[in-house]
């Protein structure tokens, strides 16, 4: 999503380190780096979850808006590589935020604890 900023945003300086900072919370489909510094955390802090997928074996649920892009937030592909059960689900007419979509994600989530812990809801227990 930097495109061709990758290098100006790579090499600039983190807190302390003094210069001018780059934003990136200007750019077009920046929900997750407001700054230099929160897009080289996510360079080099985020772990690689396609690369650890066949070691998660627990059960995974992904829930992403259909105007996410899907190069961002590769659900479909953690489900092929997972080494677990994996759940995709895809909202339609949402965004990464979930504005206005907030009822169908707390429907998804709780559907999906309710059939993964199989829970009773009669008896609000677990077995």
Not at 45 to 66: H, I, Q, Y
């Amino acid at each position: 999503m930097v495109g061709e900023r990758v290098e100006e945003f790579a090499g600039a300086p983190r807190d302390g380190e003094g210069g001018t900072r780059p934003r990136a919370d200007a750019d077009a489909g920046w929900w997750y780096a407001i700054s230099a510094e929160s897009f080289l955390d996510r360079l080099t802090e985020t772990p690689d979850v396609l690369g650890l997928a066949p070691e998660v074996k627990c059960p995974s649920l992904f829930v992403r808006g259909d105007r996410e892009p899907r190069e961002a937030y590769p659900a479909e592909e953690f489900k092929v590589r997972s080494g677990g059960p994996c759940t995709v689900e895809i909202v339609p007419d949402c965004d990464h935020f979930y504005n206005g979509r907030e009822e169908a994600i707390q429907t998804i989530v709780s559907s999906w604890l309710v059939k993964t812990l199989h829970w009773d809801a009669t008896r609000q227990q677990m077995p």
